[in-house]
């Protein structure tokens, strides 16, 4: 394939990443924070500019836009999609981007606030990053590449195809989703509109990684009701919502826990507790590859509620297990082509093709179980939801090649 890559990738980063797209889980609201469509608005308006006739961003914050295909053969359609919205776990306002030209090795230290430091021997990726380009922010807030850098590697990636009608491919729909972060962004997604048969999310961590497994996800919300006193006369009356729910976490088994598991290990994880005397409510996530792992964790967490109630025999609880998102395996090994084009399209950007898990889920995710089947590609984010976040301007320009490549492939094999 003859491409010339005139790449406008970083440009587009460094543009996104200074708009404040935080999500916000307390939001009733679709999009959960009105700010994330101020993105919106922006991409569809680039890729109208592109020549994208149909872009547009639904009521709820979706960006949906269609590369028509130009080639005769008939190729599945497949869709790109990548989250617009950035983690609520750091803030992201008033991002300042500060770009290291040529990294030598070594700790990074962010300009504006000394401790944050972005060291070498935590992050064992910036040994593969010696002479390129990193992106960090000023210390101050997070950088955005989950997911910033899939967007701009996807416009970038538009922009290569539409200059190089020399590379064919079938029908390409774009998808940015809002609400990603708080495990909403597929939620509004209209499937009948996108018209695409399988797709790929670019929201992945080290170049030339393909994850084709996730984590499968519930959450639980514990309610406990005490027994409330006067705590001047409460002796033997007095049963603490709060204090019962604060043992409960006590007991969480220490090595379920995401500080102390890692490869395909799953976990108990505490998330929020609200409460007082009276009531308190305790949220936690499950996380494993199996749904026997799920159901095992979900059976000992209320093994131990149950333990610790049982001193309290005035108080009960309720116990609400919600389903969240499933392992994509399951379904994207029905459908193999969709990871072996991936990786062959790795291979040819230049890349040695990693297939990998992910500790976490995806849009796509969510989506395989929708009807789309969806790996997920790699961006080249790295230390995301944290003030140390960083990508590599090669990375991004690979994640380019990789999509394009992909596009190809699909026609080549139809």
């Known amino acids: 394939m003859n491409a010339t890559f005139s790449h406008t990738v970083l440009d587009r980063f460094l543009r996104y990443v200074r708009i404040d797209t935080q999500s916000d889980a307390?939001?009733?609201?679709?999009?959960?924070?009105?700010?994330?469509?101020?993105?919106?608005?922006?991409?569809?308006?680039?890729?109208?500019?592109?020549?994208?006739?149909?872009?547009?961003?639904?009521?709820?914050?979706?960006?949906?836009?269609?590369?028509?295909?130009n080639t005769a053969r008939t190729v599945p359609v497949i869709c790109f999609c990548a989250h617009m919205d950035t983690s609520p776990d750091c803030t992201g306002t008033n991002v300042k981007p500060q770009i290291v030209r040529r990294y030598q090795g070594g700790d990074i230290v962010l300009p504006a606030d000394p401790t944050q430091v972005i060291r070498a021997a935590e992050h064992p990726a910036l040994a593969q990053q010696i002479g390129n380009d990193i992106v960090t922010t000023d210390g101050t807030t997070l950088l955005g590449a989950d997911n910033k850098a899939g967007v701009a590697e996807i416009m970038d990636a538009v922009q290569v195809l539409l200059a190089n009608p020399q590379i064919r491919h079938g029908t390409i729909k774009i998808l940015f989703t809002p609400d990603e972060e708080i495990g909403?962004?597929?939620?509004r997604v209209d499937l009948a509109k996108l018209g695409a048969a399988f797709g790929y999310t670019i929201d992945g961590e080290?170049?030339?990684?393909?994850?084709?497994?996730?984590f499968s996800a519930d959450g639980v919300t514990i309610t406990i009701q005490g027994v409330s006193a006067h705590p001047g006369f409460a002796k033997g009356r007095m049963e603490h919502a709060l204090k019962i729910a604060?043992?409960?976490?006590?007991?969480?088994?220490?090595?379920?826990?995401?500080?102390?598991t890692e490869g395909r290990e799953g976990f108990?994880?505490?998330?929020?507790?609200?409460?007082?005397?009276?009531?308190?409510?305790?949220?936690?996530?499950?996380?494993?590859?199996?749904?026997?792992?799920?159901?095992?964790?979900?059976?000992?967490?209320?093994?131990?509620?149950?333990?610790?109630?049982?001193?309290?025999?005035?108080?009960?609880?309720?116990?609400?297990?919600?389903?969240?998102?499933?392992n994509m395996k399951v379904v994207l090994d029905r459908h193999p082509e969709v990871v072996a084009y991936a990786l062959e399209a790795i291979a040819r950007a230049g890349l040695e093709p990693v297939r990998s898990s992910i500790r976490g889920g995806t849009d796509g995710s969510r989506l395989s179980f929708m009807g789309l089947p969806c790996p997920n590609i790699f961006a080249g984010e790295h230390a995301f939801h944290s003030r140390l976040e960083w990508v590599s301007v090669q990375d991004m320009e690979a994640a380019v090649r990789t999509i394009v490549h992909l596009a190809a492939v699909w026609e080549e094999k139809s």
């Open 184 to 187: 909403r962004g597929a939620d």
């Open 268 to 326: 108990l994880h505490p998330t929020g507790l609200q409460g007082g005397l009276d009531s308190a409510t305790l949220s936690l996530i499950v996380r494993d590859f199996t749904e026997q792992g799920l159901t095992d964790k979900e059976v000992l967490l209320e093994t131990i509620v149950r333990e610790v109630m049982a001193d309290f025999p005035r108080s009960s609880y309720t116990f609400e297990v919600k389903q969240q998102y499933r």
């Open 26 to 69: 307390s939001s009733p609201t679709c999009p959960s924070t009105a700010k994330q469509k101020d993105l919106g608005r922006l991409l569809a308006q680039e890729l109208r500019d592109m020549g994208l006739s149909d872009a547009h961003m639904d009521e709820h914050g979706y960006v949906y836009a269609t590369l028509p295909a």
């Open 246 to 260: 604060a043992r409960i976490v006590d007991r969480l088994p220490k090595d379920l826990a995401p500080e102390t």
């Open 206 to 214: 080290s170049a030339g990684h393909l994850e084709n497994e996730s």
